[in-house]
């Protein structure tokens, strides 16, 4: 794989901002209420006009008309789809109206109006992006933190509930007058209603696997490739089964840092992140039509440039959250200065330390090879082995208007960058200003051609994302230092439910929870023995250090 495709590679989950800091009164711990939700927000460096800006933007997602969402129904009975209780279910952060959201939508609900006047949800950074973490009966939301969506259970509920109201008349006659639908235009819109449930369903078909994901997890860059691969150049043979999900990542250094991803497959230099965020906005519910040329060379997609340049902006200036001792108790300073000691001594040579009240930080991560680290490789490997026909983009250079011709097998990641750039030039103006704009910030890297391994990013905020691992394997920071055979091989992840004590879940199941079972294909919490020969007193040290960063 060439350094082309290394600087525009790209994925739907680690490149957006999903950030937030309070508008209220701090608290003695740096946290504030936010008003009416009953969430803490932690000071990250954001306003909170940021705050919804960052949850509610949307950079052109369109999944299902805002009108037909409203009026859903849970398949059986009058429950509607958007209740509380099925979006918890699934994952979402509930939130009440604002100027920002004025429909009351989760956080990470977007709204687009098309060129006809219809208004479109979506969803947008947020709704993977932004973490909350529970106890003892308190919320605290970590913005740009790992969600706990489901997204294959969001996917299916959303088709079940669409094909239930095409198949019950009750339903139907229901849905159709909140749209205003007179009897007589009843069969042209129970078809149009049909037709979306066929779409969202041939997506999530093309996207299917053995091992369900679970809350918390996703495999972007799998549903990323099918999405240029299959979906766009309308190549089935090109499926290849996305099945090496990982967790959320964090966002609050991200910008900062030489690469992204979990395999630091993506140089931060400019223009990375505006085609980065461009294949988020494909991925996630966008368009890309290849057959219909737009600006110089490019292809017309559903793309919102003028969005993406300031999620960008407010991304750069989110901070890691700080523990708030206050709620979740105050740290020992004993054990807090014996584990610095440490960490200088067992961790820093991998995990640089980050100073989150330095706006301009530069930061750059270790790429470990797997047969180093000895984490699960499904991830590493899916991304490198992973290569397809190239159809319609055959013969076209890699970056459209330069870099080498395109044969008739390339690397997927290759066909994404083709797309991601041909999407921009689709907006040549707005794309100039966005990577001309973002070059100045972002650090360049030294990469190899050939990244097999995983990235060992800056530490701070690890308190708060669990779980562990890239594909999120290890319930606690404690369960990580402890040896790979010793560590628990069945958690429960999805209830929020937080341990301060051994810094990460919960060992009980809570409400919303799923099984993860080690044992799984993609899910080994093998590798990543570093610490685990320390004693007891040490660990505990670390752990003391660990919170404070």
Same mark, same amino acid.
């Given at each position: 794989?060439?350094?082309?495709?290394?600087?525009?590679?790209?994925?739907?989950?680690?490149?957006?901002?999903?950030?937030?800091?309070?508008?209220?009164?701090?608290?003695?711990?740096?946290?504030?209420?936010?008003?009416?939700?009953?969430?803490?927000?932690?000071?990250?460096?954001?306003?909170?006009?940021?705050?919804?800006?960052?949850?509610?933007?949307?950079?052109?997602?369109?999944?299902?008309?805002?009108?037909?969402?409203?009026?859903?129904?849970?398949?059986?009975?009058?429950?509607?789809?958007?209740?509380?209780?099925?979006?918890?279910?699934?994952?979402?952060?509930?939130?009440?109206?604002?100027?920002?959201?004025?429909?009351?939508?989760?956080?990470?609900?977007?709204?687009?109006?098309?060129?006809?006047?219809?208004?479109? +949800?979506?969803?947008?950074?947020?709704?993977?992006?932004?973490?909350?973490?529970?106890?003892?009966?308190?919320?605290?939301?970590? @913005?740009?933190?790992?969600?706990?969506?489901?997204?294959?259970?969001?996917?299916?509920?959303?088709?079940?509930?669409?094909?239930?109201?095409?198949?019950?008349?009750?339903?139907?006659?229901?849905?159709?007058?909140?749209?205003? #639908? =007179?009897?007589?235009?009843?069969?042209?819109?129970?078809?149009?209603?049909?037709?979306?449930?066929?779409?969202?369903?041939?997506?999530?078909?093309?996207?299917?696997?053995?091992?369900?994901?679970?809350?918390?997890?996703?495999?972007?860059?799998?549903?990323?490739?099918? !999405?240029?691969?299959?979906?766009?150049?309308?190549?089935?043979?090109?499926?290849?089964?996305?099945?090496?999900?990982?967790?959320?990542?964090?966002?609050? @250094?991200?910008?900062?840092?030489?690469?992204?991803?979990?395999?630091?497959?993506?140089?931060?230099?400019?223009?990375? =992140?505006?085609?980065?965020?461009?294949?988020?906005?494909?991925?996630?519910?966008?368009?890309?039509?290849?057959?219909?040329?737009?600006?110089?060379?490019?292809?017309?997609?559903?793309?919102?440039?003028?969005?993406?340049?300031?999620?960008?902006?407010?991304?750069?200036?989110?901070?890691?959250?700080?523990?708030?001792?206050?709620?979740?108790?105050?740290?020992?300073?004993?054990?807090?200065?014996?584990?610095? %000691?440490?960490? +200088?001594?067992?961790? #820093?040579?991998?995990?640089?330390?980050?100073?989150?009240?330095?706006?301009?930080?530069?930061? %750059? !991560?270790?790429?470990? /090879?797997?047969?180093?680290?000895?984490?699960?490789?499904?991830?590493? %490997?899916?991304?490198?082995?992973?290569?397809?026909?190239?159809?319609?983009?055959?013969?076209?250079?890699?970056?459209?208007?330069?870099?080498?011709?395109?044969?008739?097998?390339?690397?997927?990641?290759?066909?994404?960058?083709?797309?991601? #750039?041909? !999407?921009?030039?689709?907006?040549?103006?707005?794309?100039?200003?966005?990577?001309?704009?973002?070059?100045?910030?972002?650090?360049?890297? =030294?990469?190899?051609?050939?990244?097999?391994?995983?990235?060992?990013? /800056?530490?701070?905020?690890?308190?708060?994302?669990?779980?562990?691992?890239?594909?999120?394997? #290890?319930?606690?920071?404690?369960?990580?230092?402890?040896?790979?055979?010793?560590?628990?091989?069945?958690?429960?992840?999805?209830? %929020?439910?937080?341990?301060?004590?051994?810094?990460?879940?919960?060992?009980?199941?809570?409400?919303?929870?799923?099984?993860?079972?080690?044992?799984? /294909?993609?899910?080994?919490?093998?590798?990543?023995?570093?610490?685990?020969?320390?004693?007891?007193?040490?660990?505990?040290?670390?752990?003391?250090?660990?919170?404070?960063?």
């Amino acid at each position: 794989m060439g350094i082309l495709s290394r600087l525009f590679a790209a994925s739907a989950i680690g490149l957006c901002a999903a950030a937030c800091s309070p508008s209220d009164k701090p608290m003695p711990n740096g946290a504030a209420v936010a008003g009416g939700e009953g969430a803490i927000n932690l000071e990250q460096g954001w306003s909170a006009e940021v705050q919804q800006r960052a949850w509610f933007t949307s950079f052109g997602s369109r999944l299902i008309p805002t009108r037909w969402l409203q009026a859903l129904e849970l398949p059986g009975n009058e429950v509607p789809y958007m209740s509380e209780q099925n979006l918890e279910a699934i994952g979402f952060l509930l939130q009440a109206k604002t100027p920002a959201n004025p429909e009351g939508f989760p956080v990470g609900f977007t709204q687009e109006t098309d060129a006809s006047g219809r208004a479109w +949800t979506g969803l947008g950074c947020a709704a993977c992006h932004t973490g909350e973490v529970r106890y003892q009966g308190q919320r605290i939301r970590i @913005d740009g933190g790992q969600g706990t969506l489901d997204f294959n259970m969001f996917e299916l509920t959303l088709v079940a509930s669409l094909q239930a109201t095409i198949n019950h008349d009750a339903a139907f006659r229901r849905f159709a007058a909140a749209q205003g #639908v =007179p009897a007589d235009q009843f069969e042209a819109l129970r078809q149009e209603v049909g037709e979306l449930a066929d779409r969202i369903l041939a997506r999530h078909r093309m996207n299917e696997v053995e091992v369900p994901y679970g809350h918390g997890r996703l495999d972007a860059f799998g549903q990323i490739f099918n !999405a240029v691969a299959v979906q766009f150049l309308g190549l089935p043979q090109n499926r290849r089964a996305p099945d090496a999900p990982v967790s959320y990542p964090v966002l609050w @250094d991200a910008p900062h840092l030489d690469v992204v991803q979990w395999n630091g497959s993506a140089p931060n230099g400019g223009p990375g =992140p505006l085609l980065q965020n461009i294949t988020t906005a494909l991925a996630v519910y966008g368009s890309l039509d290849i057959q219909r040329p737009a600006g110089i060379d490019g292809y017309a997609s559903s793309i919102d440039f003028a969005h993406l340049d300031q999620i960008e902006n407010d991304l750069y200036a989110l901070q890691s959250p700080q523990w708030p001792s206050a709620i979740l108790g105050m740290l020992d300073a004993g054990r807090v200065e014996r584990g610095a %000691r440490i960490y +200088t001594k067992e961790c #820093v040579s991998c995990h640089q330390l980050s100073d989150r009240n330095d706006p301009k930080r530069e930061l %750059r !991560a270790v790429i470990t /090879p797997l047969d180093e680290v000895g984490t699960d490789p499904r991830m590493a %490997r899916n991304f490198l082995d992973s290569v397809s026909d190239s159809g319609a983009f055959e013969g076209r250079k890699q970056g459209v208007v330069f870099g080498p011709a395109l044969e008739a097998r390339a690397q997927t990641s290759d066909l994404v960058v083709h797309a991601a #750039v041909g !999407a921009a030039l689709g907006h040549p103006l707005e794309s100039v200003r966005n990577a001309l704009k973002s070059f100045h910030r972002e650090i360049g890297s =030294p990469l190899n051609s050939h990244p097999d391994g995983y990235k060992a990013r /800056p530490l701070s905020g690890i308190w708060a994302s669990a779980p562990y691992l890239h594909n999120g394997s #290890v319930p606690t920071l404690a369960e990580l230092l402890k040896a790979p055979a010793q560590r628990t091989t069945q958690f429960f992840v999805g209830s %929020r439910e937080f341990d301060p004590q051994s810094v990460g879940l919960a060992a009980a199941r809570g409400d919303n929870a799923d099984l993860f079972d080690t044992d799984l /294909p993609g899910n080994s919490n093998a590798g990543h023995a570093y610490g685990t020969n320390l004693a007891d007193d040490d660990k505990r040290d670390l752990l003391e250090y660990l919170k404070s960063l």
